[in-house]
């Protein structure tokens, strides 16, 4: 079972920032939080991962709690083509096992 | 630009045809992932394989679907026979040796009549 519950929709003015939240309370000391995203019709896509650090890159923010059970991915200027399912997952680095365990995701909807 | 290739893109079968479907991972990835999606159970993991070894494969129905990687830029997905509750489309993603990033291909849509 996914161990992250999201909202399952969300709506985002193009340009606006786009702030999906997820919500991990029993992540473990070891568990990363990791997003992915799946446009129509294609396979899912990284965006971003962190332990505890808030992380940037040129997709986009992750802000943890500084408790973790909590997390935000920003999408600093929403475009049409950011619309997608966005997954939030916890995962295991360096163990074993490499799995993902995708839940239901946010759809998020960019509009004009 | 290295991507995960996968074929066919699309297949429309018969109940009871065997399928076949093929990946090929991002070289130099040594773990390579089968998925499924459907609409009503979302993304589910089927397998996963490293260094052509598999690991787990507890995800997949074992009495009528196989994995398998040939080679190491090879991976295969056989269903038989197949069933019409066995449409949906699969993916295939690759990574790196215990990598955070898993690449994902496009997808094989596969629909059993």
């Known amino acids: 079972d996914a161990k992250t519950t999201q909202p399952p929709s969300m709506d985002c003015a193009e340009g606006r920032a786009a702030n999906l939240p997820c919500n991990h309370s029993?992540?473990?000391?070891?568990?990363?939080v990791y997003w992915y995203r799946q446009i129509h019709s294609q396979g899912p896509q990284y965006i971003i991962h962190?332990?505890?650090n808030n992380e940037t890159n040129e997709m986009a923010s992750l802000i943890i709690t500084e408790d973790r059970k909590s997390s935000t991915l920003i999408l600093p200027h929403a475009t049409l083509r950011d619309t997608a399912v966005y997954y939030c997952?916890?995962?295991?680095?360096?163990?074993?096992?490499?799995?993902?365990?995708f839940g239901t995701g946010t759809r998020l909807q960019v509009f004009p | 630009d290295a991507r995960v290739t996968q074929t066919p893109r699309d297949k429309v079968t018969e109940m009871g045809q065997e399928v076949t479907m093929r990946c090929q991972p991002i070289?130099?990835?040594?773990?390579v992932f089968w998925y499924r999606q459907t609409m009503m159970q979302g993304l589910e993991l089927l397998a996963y394989?490293?260094?052509?070894?598999?690991?787990?494969d507890s995800g997949m129905p074992k009495d009528r679907f196989s994995a398998e990687m040939p080679d190491a830029t090879l991976a295969t997905l056989k269903i038989q026979p197949s069933e019409p509750r066995d449409s949906a489309v699969y993916f295939c993603?690759?990574?790196?040796?215990?990598?955070?990033?898993?690449?994902f291909g496009p997808g094989t849509r596969l629909l059993v009549l």
């Open positions: 070289l130099g990835h040594n773990t």
């Open positions: 394989f490293r260094n052509r070894a598999p690991l787990d």
């Open positions: 993603a690759s990574g790196p040796s215990r990598g955070e990033t898993q690449y």
């Open positions: 962190g332990l505890k």
């Open positions: 029993t992540i473990s000391g070891n568990e990363y």
């Open positions: 997952i916890v995962r295991v680095d360096g163990g074993n096992t490499d799995k993902l365990i």
